[in-house]
T-cell receptor, first 112, second 114 residues
Framework: NAGVTQTPKFQVLKTGQSMTLQCAQD?????MYWYRQDPGMGLRLIYY???????DKGEVPNGYNVSRLNKREFSLRLESAAPSQTSVYFC???????????FGNGTRLTVT | AQSVTQLGSHVSVSEGALVLLRCNYS??????LFWYVQYPNQGLQLLLK??????LVKGINGFEAEFKKSETSFHLTKPSAHMSDAAEYFC????????????FGTGTQLKVEL
């Protein structure tokens, strides 16, 4: 049972480059999320998708775009990477109302 | 808006000692609260959740948490620490308004010493 799968695990970008982080879940969950984790700041919500076909901004959406490709997949795109986007990115999914989030193992991104 | 505050970014205990990790919440409506654990280089794993049923919630690995409305607290405890408990622990509150969004505390790094 794979759960939430994120690719890649590691990535190094130069300032101004673009990339897409991929996320897929096999639990038939309606909702999916992208968080970033920075030391001393916990996890902050970037974007989420409450259901297939919808996306909404979270706490820190600037510099990011998302696509809910289908029920399983939710991608995060950095159009022009900046050093401030150096972070660990986590994808998560959840099912019914008030059910907990299930997390992937993260993507460690460094922007130089 | 709902929020949580974790007191103490680092906690150190001896193996076999009581573990107490503190979390206070702010919410204008009855909250749904969670504790997650993160081991090095891994994602977050659910320890336990409070969803307005019993106020004492038991989780995995011997952890439990008690919801105290009068103190707006949801502290995590374990009677006897084990070396394998060394990890980062996050308290989180579910945000109302759709989408099951979680707002996290800043985390507490637990160190267990021999």
């Amino acid at each position: 049972n794979a759960g939430v799968t994120q690719t890649p695990k590691f990535q190094v970008l130069k300032t101004g480059q673009s990339m897409t982080l991929q996320c897929a879940q096999d639990m038939n969950h309606n909702s999916m999320y992208w968080y970033r984790q920075d030391p001393g700041m916990g996890l902050r919500l970037i974007y989420y998708s409450a259901s297939e076909g919808t996306t909404d901004k979270g706490e820190v959406p600037n510099g990011y775009n998302v696509s809910r490709l289908n029920k399983r997949e939710f991608s995060l795109r950095l159009e022009s990477a900046a050093p401030s986007q150096t972070s660990v990115y986590f994808c998560a999914s959840s099912g019914q109302y008030n059910s907990p989030l299930h997390f992937g193992n993260g993507t460690r991104l460094t922007v130089t | 808006a709902q929020s949580v505050t974790q007191l103490g970014s680092h906690v150190s205990v001896s193996e076999g000692a009581l573990v107490l990790l503190r979390c206070n919440y702010s919410s204008s409506v009855p909250p749904y609260l969670f504790w997650y654990v993160q081991y090095p280089n891994q994602g977050l794993q659910l320890l336990l959740k409070y969803t307005s049923a019993a106020t004492l919630v038991k989780g995995i690995n011997g952890f439990e948490a008690e919801f105290k409305k009068s103190e707006t607290s949801f502290h995590l405890t374990k009677p006897s620490a084990h070396m394998s408990d060394a990890a980062e622990y996050f308290c989180a509150v579910m945000v109302t308004g759709g989408g099951n969004k979680l707002t996290f505390g800043t985390g507490t790094q637990l160190k267990v010493e021999l």
